[in-house]
């Protein structure tokens, strides 16, 4: 494998500890020529001011930006799009959101041409980008199709649109790299004769271990005793949270999520002396914050794990590694198996945060060893190569 392209919704220079540039990472070290073509980008976004959509990183996008990676490099780039936000898809058709969702202003075979030229492995993540296969399969016939899903889409909240996206990826893709058995399960609840269809294998998420066992200064938020932090990508369950925090004064709630809520929450959120929320932080600071609470929760929305069963994920396996108290609400019942509390009921989550904070620590009975990133990418690597 000389060259390969992951189409993701990431931008590098986020450098998120996991996923697809934990991957590009390894692809870039080993030698192999590594494009990071960031997915969808609609021109709507030079009106935002987002991470992912603003003027800026669309113009530098566009332009393509390369970055030093050990002795290798990785070129970010992206193709803008007229793509309309989901909402539009409530008085349009199907077929008309798709085809702007991949119409520009210029030439895809161009854009091809000039980043993605002599690839011979491009790597979907589930986003919208997957809508891309059948362009990319006509342009290089000889690349191997693999795709990655670290989230999938064929659950209830996701747009049909897109549930039909996935599913055709997935019946045309050389080889499918899935996240655990529960997302198996889920395609296989939405795909007839799933095993006979689609070519797959399982490719757990991993973990850096060694940054989970290291001693880091205090973020601030973190400094007052009895400390209880969630840092998730998903929406909490706020109602619970501010019942756990009156009913608990003397703990301190965290939520670090980039996912802003509503400013009818922020206001409550201001008004709770012991509940802060933080719009977010970087990657590389994770570790820190999880090393320094005192009890890791997953406050999700109720019947959150019905719609989306993601099984154990990476934000698990960093609480373990750091050898913290977990409380999960309206998540994966398997989790109990391992030992982590998951609750179904504000009371129950509650009584277990008092217990989980008396505990001070715990070890869990689950396998990080061979979650080890070095270890996963490895054998990412290999797959793709086939």
């Known amino acids: 494998m000389k060259k390969i392209v992951f189409i993701t919704t990431h931008n590098w220079d986020t ?26 980008r609609p021109y709507y976004g030079y009106l935002m001011k987002r991470e992912q959509l603003n003027p800026q990183v669309i ?25 309309l936000p989901d909402a539009a898809g409530r008085f349009l058709p199907d077929g008309l959101m798709n085809f702007l969702l991949k119409k520009s202003l210029g030439s895809f075979r161009s854009f091809a041409k000039k980043f993605l030229a002599e690839a011979d492995c491009f790597v979907f993540e589930s986003c919208e980008g997957v809508a891309f296969v059948d362009k990319i399969r ?54 007839p004769d799933f095993d006979q269809k689609v070519r797959y294998q399982v490719l757990s998420n991993g973990i850096d271990l060694d940054s989970y066992k290291k001693e880091y200064p205090v973020p601030p938020q973190l400094e007052k005793k009895q400390s209880v932090l969630y840092v998730g990508a998903w929406e909490v369950e706020w109602s619970l949270l501010f019942d756990a925090a009156q009913k608990l004064p003397e703990c301190n709630f965290v939520v670090v999520c980039p996912n802003y809520p509503a400013d009818k929450v922020l206001n409550q959120v201001e008004a709770v002396e012991n509940l802060t929320y933080v719009p977010g932080i970087k990657p590389d600071q994770v570790p820190a914050w999880i090393t320094n609470c005192s009890v890791v929760m997953v406050p999700y ?36 198996d391992v030992g982590v509390t998951v609750t179904y009921c504000y009371e129950d989550f509650i009584t277990a945060i008092q217990q989980a904070l008396a505990k001070g620590s715990q070890q869990y009975q689950f396998d990080l060893q061979g979650r080890e990133w070095g270890e996963i990418c490895q054998k990412f690597i290999s797959a793709c190569e086939g």
């Not at 996923?19 to 590594?34: Q, V």
């Not at 566009?62 to 803008?80: A, D, W």
């Open 15 to 40: 450098k998120r500890q996991g996923g697809f540039h934990k991957f590009a990472e390894a692809t870039a070290l080993a030698g192999i020529e590594t494009v990071f073509f960031s997915f969808p």
């Open 59 to 83: 113009r530098t996008l566009k332009k393509g930006i390369s970055y030093k990676v050990g002795s290798g490099s990785v070129l970010n780039v992206s193709f803008p799009t007229l793509r």
């Open 138 to 191: 006509a342009l290089f016939p000889q690349a191997r199709i693999i795709y990655r899903p670290s989230d999938p889409m064929v659950y209830a909240s996701v747009p049909e649109r897109v549930k039909a996206l996935e599913r055709h990826i997935l019946m045309t893709a050389d080889l499918s790299l899935i996240v655990n058995q529960e997302g198996v399960e889920s395609y296989k609840k939405s795909i």
């Open 301 to 336: 929305v109720t019947d959150f794990y019905k719609d989306r069963p993601l099984g154990i994920t990476a934000k698990y396996y960093q609480a373990m590694a750091a050898g913290k108290p977990i409380v999960a609400y309206c998540d994966t019942p398997k989790l109990a």
